[in-house]
């Protein structure tokens, strides 16, 4: 079975911090998504990456970063944090490079982030 | 933009009722793919619908993809409680676009 992993479930933060979220797969993928997930929205695709160094931007990618140094692992960065970021983060990933479209994808758990 | 409009957003039903979820696109779809979340899990992936026109069945849910490629549905029939939790739709446009639904959220009374 595929095995996504986010490092924390809850996370409380301040205020102008630089927070890292963190994300791990274990089934060589080559795409990772990241979304967030807020009420009456449904998840909305924040970055994702197919490749190693390589990242295409989703429909929010504003006061976000991301890196992907390794395959397995694709981390979501808050430049600064601010309160309006406070929501759930899921992380997912799926197979087939240059069609990220047409395969199932595996999530995390998700993060729950609070914004002080 | 692409548009989807996922409806409705919440639909409370008797144990034994029937439960119908839809996904409406503003383009053209390449495919779509279904999604349930558990009350406090994530997000798994149910089935994934390509071709015009096509349904498929899982058991009690049957999801069809529209004849256009713009809409699709799912139906559950004869819900129970294990289906409580919230029916994400997910798009791929022809152009690339990767979208999801907003969701509806079912809830079952025993």
């Known amino acids: 079975d595929v095995k996504v992993t986010q490092s924390s479930r809850y996370l409380v933060k301040r205020t102008g911090e630089k927070v890292f979220l963190e994300c791990v797969q274990d089934m060589d993928h080559e795409n990772m998504f990241w979304y967030r997930q807020d009420p009456g929205l449904g998840l909305r695709l924040i970055y994702f990456?197919?490749?190693?160094?390589?990242?295409e931007k989703g429909d929010i990618p504003e006061g976000y970063s991301v890196s992907r140094e390794k395959k397995e692992r694709f981390s979501l960065i808050l430049e600064s944090a601010s309160t309006n970021q406070t929501s759930m983060y899921l992380c997912?990933?799926?197979?087939?490079?240059?069609?990220?479209?047409?395969?199932?994808?595996?999530f995390g758990d998700g993060t729950r982030l609070s914004i002080l | 933009g692409q548009q989807v409009m996922q409806i409705p957003q919440y639909q409370h039903v008797q144990e034994g009722e029937d439960f119908t979820t839809y996904c409406n696109s503003s383009?053209?779809?390449?495919?779509i793919q279904w999604y349930k979340q558990r009350p406090g899990g994530h997000p798994v992936f149910l089935i994934q619908l390509v071709k015009s026109g096509e349904v498929k069945k899982q058991k009690r849910l049957t999801f069809q993809f529209g004849e256009a490629k713009k809409n699709s549905s799912l139906h559950i029939t004869a819900t129970q409680t294990t289906d409580v939790g919230t029916y994400f739709c997910f798009l791929s446009s022809n152009t690339g676009k990767l979208i999801f639904g907003q969701g509806t959220t079912l809830q079952v009374k025993p």
């Open positions: 990456s197919y490749d190693v160094k390589m990242k």
């Open positions: 997912a990933s799926n197979r087939i490079r240059g069609s990220y479209s047409n395969q199932p994808q595996h």
């Open positions: 383009t053209t779809l390449s495919n």
